[in-house]
Nanobody
Framework: QVQVVELGGGLVQPGESLRLSCQVS????????MAWYRQAPGKQRDFVAE???????NYEDSVKGRFTISRDNAKNTMYLQMNSLVPEDTAVYYC??????????????????WGQGTQVTVSS
């Protein structure tokens, strides 16, 4: 199967930084677009940033200039460097990866897998 694991969440004060990581592993043949989403309490899950397999990024407007998305294709890992954090960034952050995989006799082409999420809390 395929596993998507996010790491790096925590509690920080306003203005501080955090770096999240997301690693894809398992019976994977390729990893394509990868993205970060976040979900605050009582709200829907929203897009934060995405990066293509050839390193083209795209950001939601409220994080432009503060967050930087990157990836290491050799490690099937994506990162989100979050600077100048504000309380409104508080949420569970989820990784989404579009993956080619093959297991249990089935080929999955460009199939979306989600991680379990990591909590980011920005509070003084």
């Amino acid at each position: 199967q395929v596993q998507v694991v996010e790491l790096g969440g925590g509690l920080v004060q306003p203005g501080e930084s955090l770096r999240l990581s997301c690693q894809v592993s398992g019976y994977i043949l390729g990893v394509h677009l990868m993205a970060w989403y976040r979900q605050a309490p009582g709200k829907q899950r929203d897009f934060v940033a995405e990066i293509t397999s050839d390193d083209m990024p795209n950001y939601e407007d409220s994080v432009k200039g503060r967050f930087t998305i990157s990836r290491d294709n050799a490690k099937n890992t994506m990162y989100l460097q979050m600077n100048s954090l504000v309380p409104e960034d508080t949420a569970v952050y989820y990784c989404k990866a579009f993956v080619d995989a093959s297991y249990s006799g089935t080929y999955y082409r460009d199939y979306a897998y989600w991680g379990q999420g990591t909590q980011v809390t920005v509070s003084s």
